[in-house]
């Protein structure tokens, strides 16, 4: 028997609501458009059509993947981030809306010419940059190599593959030279925080790129011993960071002899990024 998409698509937000709350109905609209192969723009325009059979059979099993708390952008495999679409899975960090507000203040600033980012992941932060910023070029790293897979392939897709150069590294250990940006999303969350986090995120997103350990400011402190090396003079680095860990990251850096370092919020109002100046 056939099935009209409009009654498909009730029975799933039946499903996904009672666990999902309001997002529920959002992202079975989303699974719909997916599993239909069309734009979620254009699903209602599609409503009062029947669903083909093996349509039908993959949106059902979209919607149970979602039931298991997997993330949206992980079924469909993408994300949008600064208006352009990255792949995502479960082996990086699902690019965030707070991460933006750290492009917003590294586009501020005169164009650089070389950038590092420290935990590429997806690659949203470099590749934006570089998307954004034509004339630079940008070394990225990853302890994961199977983040660096998706990272280069978003490159890619960006257009930007010729002018990333991509590695395996623990922090600054495969850099060499001098960047005039430094960015970096490094884990920071503590492992207090870690146990009340949602299951799509503790359950499907990488724990390593999550959090460094207990105090949650592990990363700061490695990259703020090395930052001096490769930070160029008048350069900028630009780091995300918690909500309510503002002062402790500035003092990490103050005690490293970097005395201007300041913290901008986020779109929340939520303290989010530390900008050091050299
Ligand atoms: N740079 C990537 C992002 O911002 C990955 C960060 C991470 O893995 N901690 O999404």
Request: net charge negative; with cysteine.
């Amino acid at each position: 028997m056939t099935r009209r998409a409009a009654d498909v698509l009730r029975e799933a937000v039946l499903r996904l609501r009672p666990v999902l709350g309001e997002g529920g109905a959002r992202d079975a609209r989303l699974l719909l458009a997916y599993a239909l192969g069309i734009d979620a723009g254009r699903l209602t325009l599609v409503l009062q059509d029947d669903v083909a059979p093996e349509v039908l059979q993959s949106y059902l099993g979209y919607v149970d993947q979602r039931l298991s708390r997997q993330p949206a952008s992980q079924i469909i495999g993408r994300r949008l981030f600064w208006g352009r679409e990255f792949l995502v899975n479960c082996d990086v960090l699902d690019p965030r809306p707070e991460t933006e507000t750290l492009i917003e203040l590294a586009l501020r600033n005169a164009p650089p010419e070389r950038i590092l980012d420290l935990g590429l992941g997806s690659g949203c932060i470099l590749l934006t940059l570089l998307a954004e910023l034509p004339d630079a070029v940008g070394f990225g790293v990853d302890v994961s190599v199977a983040a660096l897979r998706v990272a280069q392939k978003n490159a890619v897709r960006l257009g930007v593959a010729d002018r990333t150069d991509v590695h395996q590294s623990d922090w600054f250990s495969a850099a060499s030279g001098q960047f005039d940006l430094i960015v970096s999303n490094p884990p920071y969350i503590t492992a207090a925080e870690m146990g009340e986090l949602d299951p799509e995120v503790s359950h499907w997103e990488p724990k390593i790129a999550l959090t460094p350990g207990p105090d949650g400011l592990e990363s700061y402190r490695i990259i703020a011993n090395s930052l001096d090396r490769f930070l160029a003079k008048d350069g900028r680095a630009f780091f995300e960071i918690g909500y309510r860990q503002g002062a402790a990251v500035c003092k990490i850096f103050q005690e490293r002899g970097f005395d201007d370092v300041q913290v901008f919020p986020d779109l929340n109002g939520h303290d989010r990024v530390v900008q050091i100046r050299r």
